[in-house]
């Protein structure tokens, strides 16, 4: 079966360092098209793809007969009408997170994937990686007995770089939206929870929210835990999640969501009498992951593992958390 040709709306850093590599490399898939105006930006592309197809705008990539599937990695705010202009174009997409700003907006690209019948995800790359995949059968076998609490915390500081769309409240900043998907997404994931309440305090900078403590409390398929997620950019670089059970603990902490990047991805499972299993992935890439499954969903038919329904439920709880924060002072 031919493979699926991908194209890339805009020559974004993160693009040309990690997916556009791993679409490049990825079985089933073939990395055929870039759309971006300066040519000077194609060049990081071109070194390892040197037959790659440019566009200089958008609409011309997804203009292209020849391209089955797009890749969206622009800024926040641009997400929802790029990915439902894609599909409009007839083309499968994979839009990076958030792929919306509000859960509401999930739902156009909802209505739009189900009346196109184009494949449309949100490229929340971890669910992917074996170590989450692992956690999640760990958690599931009850191996750390009664889930009770889970604490996430994801932080970096870019307080030197104004200039970042993160930093910038008309691009969709804010750490909840950059990285609070990962908190919150990673244990929804592995829990199979959604809350029944929340509460977030926030502190703003410049407008934009830099730091977020979210407390919530969740009910399962196995019952209800507390959880909470640390999100900052303001603070020193810091990835964990913990899931603490009556008789043991899972920890994801080397890695959880820069994997092989940040460190070595690995998961812990804690048991009683201070036993220790750790299972480690080196060679692991959740990007190259990511791009096969959604080849295989194109082929087969089957369900995508992280489906935009999934997303809404990560998407709304955040929203809650935003609309009733309370901002504070440290």
């Not at 870039?34 to 440019?54: N, V």
């Not at 191996?143 to 009770?148: A, Y």
């Amino acid at each position: 079966m031919k493979p699926v040709r991908w194209g890339v709306l805009g020559a974004a850093k993160f693009a040309r360092e990690h997916m556009a590599p791993a679409i490049h490399a990825a079985e089933g898939a073939e990395l055929a098209a870039l759309a971006t105006s300066d040519p000077a930006k194609a060049e990081g592309f071109l070194a390892f793809c040197p037959g790659l197809q440019l566009h200089s705008s958008y609409d011309a990539l997804l203009a292209d007969p020849t391209i089955d599937a797009v890749y969206v990695p622009l800024p926040n705010h641009l997400h929802v009408e790029w990915s439902l202009k894609a599909l409009a174009a007839g083309k499968h997409v994979l839009t990076e997170k958030p792929i919306a700003l509000r859960a509401e907006q999930i739902d156009q690209i909802i209505a739009a994937r189900d009346a196109s019948g184009f494949l449309a995800a949100e490229a929340f790359m971890i669910v992917h990686h074996p170590q989450w995949q692992r956690a999640k059968e760990w958690l599931d076998a009850g191996e750390i007995g009664q889930l009770r609490h889970v604490d996430a915390a994801f932080s970096y500081n870019n307080a030197a770089e104004p200039g970042n769309i993160r930093n910038r409240p008309d691009t969709g900043g804010g750490s909840l939206r950059d990285i609070g998907v990962y908190t919150l997404g990673s244990m929804r994931f592995v829990t199979g929870a959604e809350p029944e309440d929340v509460a977030a305090r926030i502190i703003l900078d410049a407008g934009v929210e830099v730091f977020a403590d979210l407390n919530a409390m969740m009910q399962g398929p196995t019952g209800r835990f507390t959880y909470r997620s640390m999100t900052s950019m303001r603070l020193a670089n810091r990835q964990e999640v913990v899931f603490q059970g009556d008789k043991g603990m899972i920890r994801v902490g080397s890695a959880p969501f820069n994997a092989n990047v940040h460190d070595v991805a690995e998961v812990e499972l804690h048991l009683p009498g201070q036993r220790v299993i750790t299972d480690r992935f080196p060679t692991a890439n959740h990007y190259k992951l990511q791009v096969e499954a959604f080849g295989r969903s194109l082929r087969t038919g089957a369900a995508y593992p992280c489906p935009l329904e999934f997303v809404r439920g990560t998407q709304a709880m955040m929203d809650r958390a935003l609309d009733t924060a309370m901002e504070i002072s440290l």
